[in-house]
């Protein structure tokens, strides 16, 4: 099973003690051109995309699976909500990273990431010159990373 990688733009930080807040995925939001197939397309997630989201969903940084993960869903410093505008997230970052909380603070780490497979998914291939559209309607998510380079622009950290 291939894990594909979508980023998305922090564009507001709230941080309360060392919780960080926001949207994981923007529902219903395009994505920036992806070339990561044969033909370039925009990916969008619809409402209710992730059903069931399990207790080893982790945070990282950069993807670095090698790094100790900063926060978890089955240790309960991690959350996932659903809600209209997207699938939001809260993690408590470890008192041990202020420079990841500095950081995200100072707009340096632009974005999260999600680590994740399609269960299902609808494709439209348009005319050669333009770009053909996936969107993902139930998928399984394994990660949420901080990046510096999102690809879904409509990404908020509330």
């Known amino acids: 099973m291939k894990i594909e990688h979508r980023s998305m733009k922090l ?5 309360e003690s060392r919780t960080i807040t926001g949207i ?3 529902y219903n939001s395009s994505s920036q051109l992806l070339n990561d197939r044969p033909r370039p397309y925009r990916e969008e997630f619809r409402q209710g995309s992730f059903p069931h989201i399990g207790d080893s969903v982790a945070l990282f940084l950069q993807h670095d699976h ?6 978890r869903t089955g ?4 959350t996932f909500t659903e809600s209209e505008r997207g699938l939001l997230f809260s993690a ?3 008192e041990s990273r ?3 909380l500095e950081a995200v603070t100072r707009g340096d780490i632009a974005g999260v990431s999600i680590g994740f497979s ?3 998914d ?3 291939h348009r005319g050669a010159s333009m770009p053909s559209t996936r969107v993902v309607t139930k998928a399984h998510l394994y990660e949420l990373s901080l990046v510096a380079n999102p690809a879904y622009p409509g990404a908020l950290i509330d």
């Open 92 to 94: 408590d970052l470890p």
């Open 24 to 26: 994981a995925v923007p």
């Open 98 to 100: 202020p420079d990841i």
């Open 66 to 71: 090698k790094g100790l993960p900063l926060a």
């Open 122 to 124: 609808d494709w439209n």
């Open 11 to 15: 564009e507001e930080v709230q941080v």
């Open 118 to 120: 399609a269960i299902t």
């Open 75 to 78: 240790a309960g410093t991690m």
